[in-house]
């Protein structure tokens, strides 16, 4: 079992400085600017030393960050299963993909990182069923927009007029873009000056100012980035498997690509396993199946690889989403909860919980909390590049009127049926 063993952070402590700062300052105390830079100066000290400490050699060996040296520790597996395009059953199940990831990210979104017993209460609130079965009725402060995009309510049913903009769904748009800039042989540097060109703001990470300031792409997510395990690396799974259908080995060496310039070790393979996934589940109509062959594209004694295969050895004795959330608490306590590993355990069981019912899937998943769009986002684009567009019922999907907005620069939208059209002219270059 892994055992994390976070110690305690420092937050109380830096509270407490800046109270006693802040009464000193009130008793008209002498000295006090020249206290706090002492304070902060020890702290720098003590950042540089904690950031050099090494890293453990036998775990540094088997989680590599080059692509050469992560196919090297793969286990066997399937690493392709279509070697021609079957464009039809491809594009009803791409649609599923999409439409799955855009509506488990819509529940999801205004709701994210709040605890069950917050969404519960919320629910008897407003005297909706919970785990949702549907979209909320009403956002917690409607009027505040989302990535100065879309206002919050615009993620509820009487106010969605397309799929809301979020961050997750903006790596899909974007990575279609950067295979339709760059091509098929896109290189990191591609996709940090994609991120450049396109991203106004790239949430819960250094990288895209890091890439502003000239650092170049492949050297970006290890510049004072302590987030490069977090889930960014995973909301960017989705074009990948995508344009790689049936394909996983090359959906996940796309990945590898463009997961180098956020993320590193786990971060990276987050992302890989996510693109396999997706691409794998093109080709074999199972989730389950899917979340099994994934394993096949990154290194096997990795911790992400572990914590996947406990994920999956126990998903039978995870019934709904109170005892995936106490098994995540239990296992990973103190882990931030928007890292890769805890969600990809939470991204499993709520594929397992619902099977085939997606309504289910993305309703159990959204009310296991942490980074709960994002989870729920995964899941439905696995399940419907799974089961297809017909397996997600109309109500999810009726508000969307063939656009998705986004906060990309220069494309406030895109349309539905002409990036299935897109993705599918990728598809056919990515087998040809």
Not at 40 to 61: F, G, Q, V, Y
Not at 95 to 109: N, V
Not at 298 to 325: F, S
Request: charged content about 25%; overall charge negative; hydrophobic content about 40%.
């Amino acid at each position: 079992m892994t055992n994390y063993n976070y110690p305690e952070g420092l937050q109380d402590s830096a509270r407490t400085i800046n109270l006693w700062a802040q009464l000193k300052t009130e008793t008209g105390a002498a000295g006090i600017p020249e206290k706090l830079a002492e304070i902060k100066s020890l702290l720098a000290e003590k950042l540089t030393e904690l950031r050099a400490l090494p890293d453990d050699p036998a775990l540094r060996a088997a989680e590599p960050d080059d692509l050469d040296g992560i196919r090297a520790l793969r286990p066997a597996g399937t690493r392709r299963y279509w070697t021609e395009l079957p464009e039809a059953t491809y594009r009803d199940r791409l649609e599923g993909a999409w439409l799955g990831r855009c509506a488990g990210c819509t529940l999801g979104s205004i709701v994210e990182l709040w605890a069950p017993e917050q969404m519960e209460a919320w629910a008897a609130y407003l005297g909706e069923a919970f785990p949702p079965a549907d979209y909320w009725s009403a956002a917690e402060r409607p009027f505040e927009y989302k990535y100065e995009t879309s206002r919050r309510d615009a993620f509820t049913p009487a106010k969605m007029d397309g799929v809301p903009t979020d961050d997750d769904l903006i790596y899909t748009q974007l990575g279609m873009l950067i295979l339709e800039d760059y091509g098929i042989d896109f290189s990191t540097d591609d996709v940090g000056a994609a991120w450049v060109k396109y991203l106004p703001v790239s949430p819960a990470s250094p990288v895209l100012g890091n890439l502003q300031a000239g650092i170049p792409a492949n050297q970006a997510a290890a510049v004072d980035n302590p987030t490069m395990f977090w889930i960014i690396g995973d909301i960017q799974s989705d074009p990948w498997g995508y344009a790689a259908p049936g394909y996983p080995e090359k959906a996940a060496e796309f990945s590898w690509r463009n997961a180098t310039v956020s993320s590193r070790r786990n971060g990276i393979y987050g992302a890989m396993y996510f693109s396999a996934v997706i691409a794998a589940a093109f080709a074999t109509g199972d989730p389950l199946q899917a979340l099994e062959a994934g394993l096949a594209e990154i290194p096997a004694d990795c911790v992400l690889a572990r914590e996947v295969r406990w994920a999956l050895d126990i998903a039978g004795d995870i019934k709904d989403y109170r005892a995936a959330r106490a098994a995540a608490e239990e296992r990973y306590a103190g882990m931030h909860p928007v890292h890769t590993i805890n969600n990809v355990a939470l991204t499993i069981w709520g594929l397992n919980i619902g099977g085939d019912n997606f309504t289910k899937v993305i309703g159990e998943t959204v009310a296991m909390g942490l980074d709960n769009d994002c989870t729920a986002a995964s899941a439905g684009s696995i399940f419907g590049a799974a089961y297809g567009k017909d397996a997600i019922p109309e109500h999810w999907t009726r508000n969307f009127n063939n656009k998705a907005h986004s906060f990309i620069i220069g494309k406030e939208s895109f349309a539905i049926d002409d990036m299935i059209d897109r993705f599918t002219a990728l598809a056919r270059r990515v087998h040809a």
